[in-house]
C-alpha cells in the first residue's frame, strides 16, 4: 500500500471513529444540555480543566516518542507503560489534596468532592494510554473506534439517566468516569500485548529527549489554552463559562475529528520518511491543501448558520453562545491548518523548536486574554481568534526556515479554497437574513451551500476534492 493510501486509509477509519463518537457525544451533549443548566456545565468546565492539564502528562511526550522511534523495543512500550501509571496515580493525589483549595478559589463547596471523584479517570487513562498507542503505531484506528463508540454508548446512556433523575452535575461527572472505565475494559480485553513487569532506565533516557520537551510543550500549551476557563470561571461565573464551553462545542465537533485524525496519523505516517525533506515538503502541502478544502466550507459554514443551530438544538436559553460559536469556527479551522506544521517537527525529531516556539505563543495569548477578559466572553472569544491568527505565523516560522515552506507559500496553496468559501457562504447570510423559520434556514443550507462550493472549486481548477472523493469511493469498497 502506497504511503499516499496508508495514510488516507488511517485518516478515514480515525476520521470515522471522531465522527460517530463526537457525533453521538454530539446528541447526547444536546440532551444532557436541555436537561441541566449553563451554570451544571460551568461547573464541569471549572473541573475539566485541571483533568486536562493532568493529561498531558499521560497523553503527550512519552507516548509519542514511542511513535516517533523507529527502533522502539519491548522493553521501551513496558517503561513507557509503568511511567504513565505512576504519573497517573501521582496527578490523582496532586488533584486529591488540591480539591479543597479549588473549591475554596471558586466559592463553589460542591467542587471538592466532585474533583476527587473525576479525577479517578487519570489512573484509568495511564492504562488506556500505551494499548492505544500501539493500536495508532499500525495506523490500525478501526479497533480504536469500536472501543471508543461502545463507551462513549455506555456512559451516555447513564448520565442521561441520572441527569433526568435530578443528579445535576453529578451526570456529567460519571459520564466521564464510566467512559474512562468502559475503555480500559474494552481496550484490554480486545490487546493481545501484556506489559512485562520492567522498568529500562537505558530506555527511559532515550525516550526522555524527545518526550520530555514535548511534554513541557503540551503542557504549556493546554494550561495556557484552558485559562479563559480558569479565569472566566473566577471573575465572570460559572453561567457564563457554561455559554462559553456550549458556543466552543460546535466547533469542536468539527475540530476534534479532524485534528485528531491529523496529529494521529501524520506522526506514524511520516516518520519512516523523516530524513527525505523532498518528499515531506510534497506530503505537507498535498496535506494542507486537502486538509482546507474540507475544512473551510465546513467551518465558515457552521458559523454562518450558528444562531439557528443553537436555538434549534439548545433551545433560547443558549442564545448566549451564538457569538462565541462563530468566532470559534474559524479559531479551530486555522488552529487545525496550522497544527499541521507543529506535526513537521514532530516528524523531524525538533520537540526544541515546538518549545521555544510555545514561549512565544503563551506570551500572545496571555496578553490578549488579560486585555480581554475585563469586557466579558464575546471578547475573549475574539482574542483566541486573533491569538490562533498569530500563531500560525510563528508554528510556520521552522517550517519556512528549515523545509522552505512557510507561511506565504502555505497560503498561496490554499487561496482558491478560501475565495470558494467565502462564495460559498454568502448566500447562507442572505438565507439567515429573509427567513425567519430557523429549521427551513438549517434544512435549506446543505442544499444551496454543497453544489455552489462544488461548482466553484470545479470551475477555480482546484484537483484535490476529485481525488479525496476518488479514495472515498475506494475506502468505502474495501471496508
Known amino acids: 500500500m502506497s504511503l499516499g493510501n496508508k495514510m488516507f486509509k488511517g485518516m478515514a477509519w480515525n476520521a470515522i471513529e471522531r465522527i460517530t ?24 468546565g471549572i473541573l475539566l480543566v485541571f483533568i486536562a492539564i493532568s493529561q498531558v502528562f499521560i497523553d503527550s511526550g512519552f507516548t509519542k516518542a514511542l511513535i516517533q522511534k523507529k527502533d522502539r523495543s519491548v522493553e521501551d512500550i513496558s517503561t513507557v507503560f509503568w511511567f504513565n501509571v505512576i504519573i497517573g496515580v501521582l496527578c490523582y493525589l496532586v488533584l486529591w489534596i488540591s480539591a479543597p483549595f479549588i473549591a475554596d478559589f471558586y466559592e463553589f463547596p460542591i467542587l471538592n468532592v466532585l474533583l476527587k471523584v473525576l479525577a479517578l479517570s487519570l489512573i484509568l487513562n495511564a492504562l488506556f494510554a500505551v494499548p492505544s498507542t500501539l493500536f495508532t503505531i499500525d495506523l490500525d484506528f478501526k479497533t480504536l473506534t469500536k472501543v471508543n463508540l461502545t463507551s462513549v454508548i455506555v456512559s451516555g446512556i447513564i448520565a442521561i439517566i441520572l441527569a433526568y433523575c435530578g443528579y445535576g452535575v453529578w451526570a456529567l461527572v460519571w459520564q466521564t468516569l464510566i467512559r474512562s472505565i468502559s475503555s480500559v475494559i474494552f481496550i484490554w480485553i480486545i490487546i493481545k500485548w501484556k506489559p512485562r513487569i520492567v522498568f529500562s532506565k537505558n530506555s527511559f533516557d532515550n525516550l526522555f529527549s524527545f518526550g520530555s520537551k514535548l511534554l513541557l510543550s503540551n503542557l504549556m500549551a493546554t494550561f495556557f489554552s484552558n485559562l479563559n476557563a480558569i479565569l472566566i470561571g473566577k471573575y465572570i461565573g460559572a453561567r457564563d463559562l ?30 519512516p520518511m523523516q530524513d527525505e525533506k523532498k518528499s515531506l ?36 436559553k443558549w442564545i448566549m453562545a451564538v457569538p462565541i460559536m462563530q468566532l470559534f469556527c474559524y479559531a479551530r479551522l486555522i488552529t487545525i491548518i496550522s497544527g499541521v506544521n507543529i506535526n513537521l517537527l514532530y516528524v523531524l525529531g525538533r520537540t526544541d523548536l515546538v518549545l521555544k516556539q510555545q514561549y512565544l505563543k503563551i506570551a500572545v495569548r496571555v496578553v490578549l486574554l488579560l486585555i480581554a ?26 517550517p519556512g526556515k528549515i523545509m522552505n515552506f512557510g507561511a506565504h507559500k ?28 430557523d429549521m427551513l434556514k438549517l434544512c435549506l443550507s ?10 466553484s472549486v470545479r470551475l477555480l481548477g482546484i484537483k484535490e476534492l476529485r481525488e479525496i472523493l476518488d479514495r472515498v469511493r475506494v475506502f468505502t469498497k474495501k471496508n
Not at 23 to 30: C, D, H, N, R, T
Not at 248 to 270: E, M, R, T, W
Not at 282 to 304: D, E, R, T
Request: net charge neutral; aromatic share 12%; proline share 5%.
Open 242 to 271: 457554561g455559554n462559553y464551553t456550549r458556543g466552543i462545542q460546535f466547533s469542536d465537533f468539527v475540530f476534534l475529528i479532524f485534528n485528531s485524525a491529523l496529529n494521529n496519523v501524520l506522526l506514524p505516517a511520516l516518520a
Open 446 to 455: 446543505p442544499v444551496i451551500a454543497i453544489p455552489i462550493y462544488y461548482l
Open 281 to 316: 515538503i510534497v506530503n505537507l502541502k498535498k496535506i494542507i491543501k486537502s486538509s482546507a478544502i474540507v475544512l473551510i466550507p465546513i467551518f465558515m459554514g457552521l458559523s454562518a448558520m450558528a444562531e439557528p443551530i443553537i436555538k434549534v438544538l439548545l433551545t433560547d
Open 373 to 398: 477578559l475585563q469586557y466579558g466572553i464575546i471578547f475573549i472569544a475574539i482574542a483566541e481568534l486573533l491569538s490562533t491568527l498569530i500563531h500560525f505565523f510563528i508554528n510556520t516560522y521552522y
Open 410 to 437: 502555505q497560503l498561496i496553496s490554499i487561496w482558491k479554497i478560501a475565495v470558494c468559501g467565502i462564495i460559498t457562504v454568502i448566500p447562507l447570510y442572505v438565507l439567515n437574513y429573509w427567513l425567519t423559520n
Open 21 to 44: 463518537v463526537q457525533a453521538l457525544q454530539f446528541v447526547l451533549g444536546i440532551v444532557l444540555a436541555r436537561l441541566l443548566t449553563p451554570e451544571e456545565y460551568g461547573i464541569l
